[in-house]
């Protein structure tokens, strides 16, 4: 078997991984939910993936690859649908970035286009329109995204400057953290999540194990998250990272436990699974150039930061289900941030550039969510009403229940 074959039949492999950890977000999101929203969250999510590539087809891959220019590196587009790289002969040309095809390109970075979204989806179950999402859903999977990711990995502004991130924890993560966060300001509360002093309220999701499965789920689609990253089969690569990445989310989940357990007194399992998910956001910025030394500080770190995140979202009287602020965008920071600090990359000049891209970023995406979402509450609002909240929105969007025979009153 050649080179060409097994690089591209690894990022097939790593295709089909990321693409299960939409399952894994389902699972995590419905089970941390309460059971009269659940259809509505798998519509949300079935959407999300089936638009997401569409889009990524007809107007995504090429304005995230637009192949810059000297002199280039904030927008360009080179038109819609794919155009594949031909030899002189017209067949496909085989030695089109390291090896594997256009084709497996397209595919593997369409299954990224799609997670941003779901991140956001998590954050505002329960409350919002099934419309204003899917409108937010387009403009963001078609526009924001790929405009922030090639200023990376399209070879923008932000690749010049010198800024990294290996396998998207701030151009993936923290990109849907940030809208997710505005989302929350605009959106307000679940109603009955603060009392009338304003302390939180605990709301607990209808389905723990469920959730524990989908963590494990994204657990395993992160080793074609990162794995795939390398972008080639390469051993010595491949195999690091898959490490560091197990090391991270590993250490995540005991620190996020220990520090819930030493705060809140009891054995928290959500915190553990978040904790998880917060170590492995982490070290997707800097998987291929950390030791694994380094990547249990940052898993550690992480685990750390989740807590206190989703306790600071609390304080601040903020509602986020499921606990996305804190793990996508606060460890996507953290994680973006730890490549100046430690690691093969570890410098004052590379810190500042990661701090630089995490700036502009985030100024980018929350000013952008802020204005399409603004528009759409004008439009046709952004919250279900108060009645359609209290009964649920499966009943009320979907007209089924996605346990019929278990039906519950959630209030």
């Not at 039949?9 to 991984?17: P, R, S, Y």
């Not at 991140?119 to 409108?135: H, P, W």
């Not at 978040?274 to 800097?286: E, F, H, M, R």
């Amino acid at each position: 078997m050649d080179l060409i074959t097994i690089n591209n039949v690894w990022m097939m492999v790593c295709i089909a991984l990321v693409f299960f950890m939409h399952l894994g977000f389902s699972f995590l999101e419905i089970g941390l939910t309460r059971q009269k929203n659940t259809l509505n969250i798998l519509f949300k999510n079935i959407f999300i993936i089936c638009m997401g590539l569409l889009l990524y087809y007809i107007i995504g891959f090429k304005l995230m690859y637009p192949g810059f220019e000297e002199g280039e590196g904030f927008f360009k587009f080179t038109g819609f649908g794919l155009t594949p790289p031909l030899t002189t002969q017209g067949t496909l040309d085989l030695s089109y970035n390291n090896g594997y095809t256009y084709w497996t390109d397209f595919l593997f970075q369409g299954m990224f286009a799609a997670t941003a979204a779901t991140i956001v989806s998590g954050a505002v179950a329960e409350r919002i329109k099934l419309e204003a999402f899917i409108l937010f859903s387009l403009v963001y999977i078609g526009f924001i995204y790929p405009i922030v990711g090639a200023w990376k990995w399209g070879g923008g502004f932000l690749d010049q400057l010198g800024f990294y991130d290996f396998a998207g924890a701030t151009l993936v993560h923290s990109v849907g953290g940030w809208a997710a966060l505005i989302a929350l300001f605009l959106l307000g509360p679940r109603i009955g999540k603060f009392n009338d002093s304003g302390k939180p309220m605990a709301i607990p999701g209808h389905n723990i194990p469920l959730a524990t499965g989908g963590v494990l789920i994204l657990w395993l689609g992160w080793f074609g998250f990162n794995g795939g990253s390398v972008l080639s089969a390469n051993p010595e690569a491949t195999s690091i990272t898959l490490v560091t990445t197990c090391l991270a989310a590993a250490t995540g989940g005991i620190f996020a436990f220990i520090t819930s357990t030493i705060f809140y007194k009891n054995y928290d399992l959500t915190m553990f699974l978040n904790g998880i998910l917060g170590g492995l956001v982490g070290i997707t910025a800097g998987a291929d150039c950390m030791s694994p030394d380094n990547a249990i500080i940052v898993g550690g770190i992480a685990g750390f930061i989740v807590v206190l995140g989703i306790s600071l979202i609390d304080r601040v009287q903020l509602d986020d289900p499921v606990g996305a602020i804190a793990v996508h965008l606060f460890c996507g920071i953290w994680g973006t941030l730890a490549i100046g600090i430690i690691g093969e990359k570890a410098s004052w000049s590379q810190l500042l550039s990661q701090l630089i891209g995490i700036l502009i970023i985030g100024l980018f995406c929350s000013i952008a969510t802020f204005i399409i979402l603004s528009v759409l509450k004008k439009m046709i609002g952004l919250r279900v009403s108060e009645q359609e909240e209290i009964d649920g929105l499966d009943t009320h969007e979907h007209g089924m229940d996605a346990y019929p025979d278990f039906r519950i009153n959630q209030h």
